[in-house]
T-cell receptor
Framework: IAGITQAPTSQILAAGRRMTLRCTQDMRHNAMYWYRQDLGLGLRLIHYSNTAGTTGKGEVPDGYSVSRANTDDFPLTLASAVPSQTSVYFC???????????????FGPGTRLTVL | GENVEQHPSTLSVQEGDSAVIKCTYSDSASNYFPWYKQELGKGPQLIIDIRSNVGEKKDQRIAVTLNKTAKHFSLHITETQPEDSAVYFCAAGGGADGLTFGKGTHLIIQP
């Protein structure tokens, strides 16, 4: 593994189903993020984690949950998917977050999710 | 929270000409301003960034300027080439809750 990987690459999901998007990084970055990208709306932050064991809500957290059990993994779960969650989801990581240590965010290749 | 406005949404320039994309932000506490390039089907990739203690930064054909007083920053691409065609995003941040992105600019380089 090199950088950030996301799985699956794409998924079609029936409304009401539960879905977990996976994200793994091998750079030992402390901070990780989940964004959704929708046409005309850019990238919007869903949830973030500044370090293993902690998480926080972003701009659009409703309907999503995350966990950060270890440094490398940051899964995003849709408990009961709805059509408005159709989007492209990007995971990102950075060495640290906040203050003078703010650093580049590295993005994964994305997961294209369609909820019918 | 932070609010980032990006203009224009679409920019078409002739190959060899310059392109300028502008962003404004609202939170005076933001101190990190990256620019990302996204090619079709891929994740965004950092092309240049600037911190609030610097007014201008240049990397070959790409430059970024920052005006903290006016809360705006701009991306300048000179001598544009076909491979510069992509969607460009500005962002602002510096706190513990990640970056706030602009809505993106689709840059089209006309041959």
């Amino acid at each position: 593994i090199a950088g950030i990987t996301q799985a699956p690459t794409s998924q079609i999901l029936a409304a009401g189903r539960r879905m977990t998007l996976r994200c793994t990084q091998d750079m030992r970055h402390n901070a990780m993020y989940w964004y959704r990208q929708d046409l005309g709306l850019g990238l919007r932050l869903i949830h973030y984690s500044n370090t293993a064991g902690t998480t926080g809500k972003g701009e659009v957290p409703d309907g999503y949950s995350v966990s950060r059990a270890n440094t490398d993994d940051f899964p995003l779960t849709l408990a009961s998917a709805v059509p408005s969650q159709t989007s492209v989801y990007f995971c990102a990581s950075s060495v640290a977050s906040g203050g003078a240590d703010y650093n580049e965010q590295f993005f994964g290749p994305g997961t294209r999710l369609t909820v019918l | 929270g932070e609010n980032v406005e990006q203009h224009p949404s679409t920019l078409s320039v002739q190959e060899g000409d310059s392109a300028v994309i502008k962003c404004t932000y609202s939170d005076s506490a933001s101190n990190y301003f990256p620019w990302y390039k996204q090619e079709l089907g891929k994740g965004p990739q950092l092309i240049i960034d600037i911190r609030s203690n610097v007014g201008e930064k240049k990397d070959q054909r790409i430059a970024v300027t920052l005006n903290k007083t006016a809360k705006h920053f701009s991306l300048h691409i000179t001598e544009t080439q076909p491979e510069d065609s992509a969607v460009y995003f500005c962002a602002a941040g510096g706190g513990a809750d990640g970056l706030t992105f602009g809505k993106g600019t689709h840059l089209i380089i006309q041959p």
